[in-house]
Structures are given as C-alpha cells and as structure tokens.
C-alpha cells in the first residue's frame, strides 16, 4: 500500500505530505484540497497507462482527470517553476518526480525521477506493480451514472481490465460478467446473503439500501448494451421486476461503491468521492454498522454513531466539537485497523462552521419540536433559570391558538404578550395579580 503523498507546488499545496492507512478518509470544506490530493494520484496512474511515464512526462487530461493547462495545476504562490510528487510505499520502495512548468502545455515534461533506496535504477521497478498502476485500482467520480434504461458493454474495461469505470458507467456489466465467479474477501461477507458469490453478496449489502432488493439483467440483441432491472422480494413473494429508471437514484448510485469494496483483492487501491450519496440515512447506518465504522477511538476516548454518510464530510466537525479532536491530522483506531482522517479545513474549523454544529446538536431539542426556538430568533424565549436539562420537565404544549404560550416545569403559564412584546407569567393560583411579566431575552419587568 502507500504510505505516503508528498506534494510540491501542486494546486493549493505548496509543500505538504500525507501519510495514509488502510482506510483514509478526506474531511473538510470546499477547496481546501481533498480533490486534489486524490487527483495527484489519478495524475501519475493516468500518465503511466498513457505511456508518458516513467520516461516522458505528466498528462493532465485524460480518462480520469482533467485538470486544464500547467497554469491550472501550478500553486499560485510557487517560487519555482516545476511541479513535484513524491511516492513512498509500505514495502520501503520510494520514487520522486519533478515535472517542468510550461504555462500553456497540459503535457508537463519530467525533468527528474529518483529512486530513494537503490543507486541502479532512476524510478523503483517495482512500482509498476502497483495497484495505483494496474488493474487492483478502482476510482469512483462524485459524478457518477444514475439510473439508465440501458448501460454500456466492454470487453476492454471489464473482461480484460476489471473495471467499473470513473462513474460506475460499466458496474451492470461487471456485475453480470463477474457475479458468479469473484469470492468477496471473508471480512466483507454479508451474515445473510444466499451465496458468498459476488452477485449474492451485492444483492444483500443492496438489500440494506432497499430491503428485499433483487437483480436481473437482460442483454439487448444487435448491441453493445445490457439493461438492469430491480424487483422486490418480501417473505415468499416477489414483486414485478422495474426498470432503474423507475426505482430512485439510492439503488443505482450504490452498486458501483459495492462491486468495487466486494470485488477488491486484498491489497486493491478503491478511491471514492462521496461514496455515501443518494444513500437514505438508514441505509447508511446498516452499511456503516455492518463494517464497524460506527466507533472511533482517539487517544483513548471513543466517539461512537457516525454514520457513514457523514464520514467525507462531517467527521471532522463532529469530531471537533471537543477540543481533544483540534488536530489538522487525526489517527484513529477502529477494530484494531488504523484509519487516518485529514482535516483538509483552515484552523478555526470549528468557529467557521458553529451554526452547522448547534444546529446538529438541536435536532432533537424538546423546546424546538414545540416551536420555541432558543437562538433568539423569535421572542418565545423564557429565562434561562427556567431551562432544565431533563426531557420530560420540558413543556408539552400550547396553551391556546390566539394566545401562545406554555406550562413550564414549576406549573408556571407563559403566555406571550404579542402587542407589548414579553411574556405574562401566571402561577397557581391562577388569577389576577398573580403574574410576573418578562422580556425575550429574559429580563424581569416586575420587582
């Protein structure tokens, strides 16, 4: 596997390195680089089936990335002209390029390649024997296929190189090629599939998606096409089959992630982008239970409950929340597999994105289900010295539809003032004289 991505005057990286583990996940805001981390790679696995590398040059465009002209790719602030990856791998083996910096070629001539740990050869042999350069290699696109009547053929992507393609637009041949013959790795079984079989298996795992989900496919005679039906069993009886198309993008948008987790050798190199869209939350939680990705651990304390769809995205934040987790680099531990998680975000993540984090931490606040906000953004506010932390002392309902108000934990009836703007607080026994008044923001009005 790679241990290591070190990065010189690439995008918005002027010098910067990243180590990685089995599983590495990027977390972060827009533009702060994830993107162009894992596009750095495509790059070097792009010019070598290109035939530019390990002797000519680097091609920014091509079948898995389009990165535009040198211009586009060069850091803004560079202080020289050249571009520079260095690879080291787990096995100890190490290489290091340096490209020229041409403004307006999209075809960057290399101008060096050194070998860390052999004196005889420019560029390490036995990189080339890599997964980032042969066929153990999977990258799925953000932007990939939705639902089609019908779906692509090829002998050269799937039968002779095993390929999903970069938005899965091969995965129904893949899986109609290959589902009898692949054996998933035993840690990615499914407990309840009816074979062990790559097509049983990706019929249970989508089963966590869509429960009952089933699989046919149907080749169109004269063409290079195939189409893929989804029926629907539950018990003994199973519904008519249907056309993708009429079956959401959740199905669809799924199975290239599956085929290419189930279908990977050990040692295969998967790059994902959001693997988790189209995926309702509970389908992302089965997923995420059933490859227990639900509990992290860092330095000895635990978070647990993070779903898979929020891994890109929101690890961090939630993470971060403590100060214990405010680290631009992160090394967790889940099962005894290590898992590094980069922080590709400015420092003050935390404080940038505070709305995102109490409005994550509000959603099941008793005082908003029953409209009353406490962010002060409308006057249904009591006091604080009223809050209590318990569920069951909040209040349960309104007092009227002309008059809003509530009962606090004391018995206490809130009913606001709409004309004078606060609140009339009565207490037993109710009647006149028997109240208190008291602004939004909780100052008394009455001594």
Known sequence: MIQSLHLRNFKCFEEQTFTFAPLTLLSGLNGMGKSSLLQALLLLRQSYHQRLLPDTGLALNGDLVNIGTARDALYENAEEDSIGFDLRWANGSASQWNFEYNREADILNLTASVVLNSASASVSPDIFDHS???????????????????SEKSDFQVRQHRQLGTRGEYAIDFLATFGRQIKPL??????????????????AWLGEVNPGTRLLFAELPGTDLISLRYS?????????????????????????VLLAILAAKSGALLLFENPESHL???????????????????NGKFSSGLG??????ALALSLNSDPKWNESQIHLQTNGNAVTTYHASSPNHVRENADWIREQREKDDPWLKHGL???????YLPPKRYYSE?????????????????????KQLWLWHKEEQHWDVQFKPYGRGNYFR????????DQ
């Open 438 to 445: 008291v602004t939004p923001d909780g100052r008394f009005l």
């Open 232 to 256: 629907f069993g539950t018990g003994r009886s199973v519904s008519s089959d249907y056309r993708a198309t009429n079956t959401g993008f959740g199905l669809t948008y799924t199975l290239p």
């Open 373 to 379: 906000p406490r962010n002060g953004r409308c006057p």
């Open 390 to 410: 318990k569920l069951a002392d909040f209040p349960t309902e309104r007092y009227s539809d002309d008059r809003r108000g509530f009962k606090d934990r004391k």
């Open 308 to 313: 898979i769809a929020y891994l890109l995205d």
């Open 186 to 203: 035993k840690g990615m079984l499914h407990p309840k599939a009816v074979s062990d079989d790559l097509f049983g298996q990706t019929e």
């Open 132 to 150: 980032l350069l042969g066929d153990d290699f999977q990258y799925l696109h953000a932007e990939r296929l939705g639902p089609r009547v019908s």
């Open 280 to 298: 309702h939350p509970k389908g992302q939680t089965e997923i995420e239970d059933q490859y227990i990705l639900s509990e992290f651990s860092h």
